[in-house]
């Protein structure tokens, strides 16, 4: 005789009998119940006053034998993971209601975690028969969102559903929209924003869509993004397990195969979430190493990328197997250690210390380079700004270069220097740098420490500011916060409001007014000889360029009969400062 499942403390052996005897009906497959099974578990329910439920297979036979309390039923563990995508569990399962209810939360969680072909309850009546029935099933994605369809019949003779039919054309619906779904492998995600006592409602929306654009540079279809707005972060889950329910619930209709969360999660937090999902967990900072990965070219981009991920997943290798013992004291934990977490953190160790050392010698190498260049006295530019703000544009725009530059964040993360020539042969370094963004994780401002220290060189910064973008004012907080990390606040600079062409007329110079900063669109060249010109007063007041100050938008008149000097590029169309400005090297 098979095992009853669930709360069966209490209840008297010729219960328990009657119970086990449960297992010899059977139902027929295209009926949800037989009328005998349900007046079988009224009686039973109604006489031990607890909710009793069966899970039947799709040839009727009973599968389990559920007890439960007076309100609610825990079922048996019959593999929580998903069926499949586009399969469902191949069970349905009914079971009583004592206080006459329709399906309750856990009704329908149970079903769309499960991917349970039907759940259905019966109501049991005073005199302990059955009353009606409330059946759900589920539901193929659809414009109005709807997870799952209640119904609800008078009594068992009234059940008109097919179960098995019901069950095999979902699944044919969901195979059909996997099919249409195929998009070349890419991740399918649901966006998860948080915001709480430090974080205003505001705010983390700001916070959420910029994480949808993190998203799509790392190649992730977002398939929607939600918010929760709670006091204190959940200390398990991040969010409310009621809210984490929700969302499991969605990524399984949608098919979502990953789930970004706009945080960085805990260690402890990130394995019960996965616990809890299934599917794969990542965090904000997660994304961004990601596509830092994605995006390094150089092999010194590359190591400081690897040791930046390295940093991040050491304190996250933690893990506890019932096969492996653990170094502890009393009874039952003694033994040799988790060896193989142990030998696992120790080779990350090792590699973190290698990957260190060799970019500390780059490091050298660097700076050796910038002491040669600054012995010959050549003022240094460095652009700064935050990610996506126009900055390898600008590069390209001042020093005719072909940097790459798309409308995606952090679209190139090693440092490119130019060398631009000024009238009476005076030279200028101008050096693009890795775009910053809020919450920028530590581990890769250290990683990255060794390209950074170009920005320690640099007589003048020039401050790059998306000028369209809506929340420039927070961007340029962030930027000037790791600034002053970094040690340079005192560093001169230039605010330099980019894209102002996106801007109706005039309000690019409001917005630069206002900011006492220089309005230009890197795009359309625009601006650009007024930029050059403060570029120069500035460094000309910092006793670094010791020649005359170049006429903004008016270069020195070039005679048409004037042949170009050996090694002189002369005079370019596509060029617009071609005296006054050009490439060197």
């Known amino acids: 005789m098979q095992d009853v499942f669930g709360n069966t403390l209490g209840l008297k052996p010729s219960q328990l009998h009657a119970l086990r005897r449960t297992y010899r009906r059977r139902v027929d497959a295209r009926s949800v119940v037989s009328t005998e099974l349900a007046r079988h578990l009224c009686e039973v329910s109604h006489e031990t006053n607890r909710q009793i439920g069966v899970l039947l297979d799709r040839k009727g036979d009973v599968h389990a034998v559920i007890v439960g309390d007076a309100r609610r039923l825990e079922l048996p563990d019959v593999g929580r993971a998903r069926a499949g995508e586009s399969r469902l569990r191949g069970l349905r399962l009914v079971h009583t209601h004592l206080n006459g209810e329709p399906l309750t939360r856990d009704d329908h969680t149970d079903l769309a975690l499960l991917r349970l072909d039907l759940v259905a309850a019966l109501e049991v009546r005073e005199d302990g028969l059955p009353g009606k029935v409330h059946w759900a099933h589920l539901l193929p994605e659809n414009p109005q969102g709807a997870m799952w369809k209640d119904e609800e019949a008078g009594g068992v003779h009234e059940l008109g559903w097919d179960p098995l039919a019901g069950a095999l054309a979902l699944e044919e619906e969901f195979a059909r929209a996997r099919a249409l779904r195929r998009t070349g492998g890419a991740e399918r995600a649901i966006l998860v924003?948080?915001?709480?006592?430090?974080?205003?409602?505001?705010?983390?929306?700001?916070?959420?869509?910029?994480?949808?654009?993190?998203?799509?540079?790392?190649?992730?279809?977002?398939?929607?993004?939600?918010?929760?707005?709670?006091?204190?972060?959940?200390?398990?889950?991040?969010?409310?397990?009621?809210?984490?329910?929700?969302?499991?619930?969605?990524?399984?209709?949608?098919?979502?195969t990953l789930i970004v969360f706009d945080a960085e999660l805990a260690p402890s937090q990130a394995r019960h979430i996965s616990e809890a999902t299934s599917l794969k967990i990542l965090d904000r900072t997660q994304l961004i190493l990601d596509i830092f990965a994605q995006r390094a070219q150089s092999a010194d981009g590359k190591l400081q990328v690897e040791l930046a991920q390295l940093k991040y997943l050491y304190p996250r290798l933690v893990g506890r197997d019932d096969s492996l013992s653990r170094l502890a004291g009393g009874i039952g934990g003694r033994g040799p250690g988790e060896t193989k977490l142990e030998i696992d953190r120790r080779r990350v160790r090792d590699r973190i210390t290698a990957l260190e050392r060799r970019i500390d010698a780059l490091g050298a190498d660097r700076h050796l380079r910038r002491k040669q260049r600054n012995a010959r006295g050549l003022p240094v530019l460095s652009i700064v700004g935050y990610t996506n703000a126009g900055k390898s544009t600008l590069l390209n725009a001042l020093t005719d270069s072909r940097v790459l530059a798309e409308d995606k964040l952090f679209a190139t993360l090693d440092p490119t220097s130019r060398r631009l020539r000024f009238p009476r042969d005076r030279e200028v370094i101008i050096t693009d740098t890795v775009g910053f963004i809020r919450d920028l994780p530590p581990d890769l401002v250290t990683a990255f420490r060794a390209t950074l220290e170009e920005l320690g060189d640099a007589d003048l910064l020039l401050h790059v500011v998306d000028a369209p973008d809506p929340r420039h004012e927070e961007q340029i907080e962030a930027v000037e916060a790791i600034l002053r990390d970094l040690g340079l606040a005192s560093k001169p600079r230039v605010l330099v409001m980019n894209k102002i062409d996106k801007l109706p007329a005039n309000e690019g110079a409001a917005i630069a007014h206002r900011r006492d900063a220089v309005a230009i669109s890197a795009a359309t060249r625009a601006g650009i000889p007024e930029l050059l010109h403060v570029c120069d007063r500035r460094l000309f007041a910092e006793g670094r360029v010791a020649f005359a100050e170049v006429e903004a938008g008016a270069p020195p008149p070039v005679p048409a009969a004037a042949t170009p000097a050996p090694g002189d590029a002369g005079p370019s169309p596509s060029r617009l400062l071609p005296a006054a400005l050009r490439r060197v090297s």
């Open 193 to 256: 924003g948080f915001g709480g006592r430090d974080r205003g409602r505001a705010q983390a929306e700001a916070s959420l869509d910029e994480l949808r654009e993190l998203a799509r540079t790392a190649g992730v279809e977002v398939l929607e993004a939600t918010l929760q707005m709670r006091r204190d972060p959940d200390p398990r889950y991040l969010i409310g397990k009621g809210k984490l329910e929700d969302i499991v619930l969605r990524s399984m209709q949608r098919m979502a």
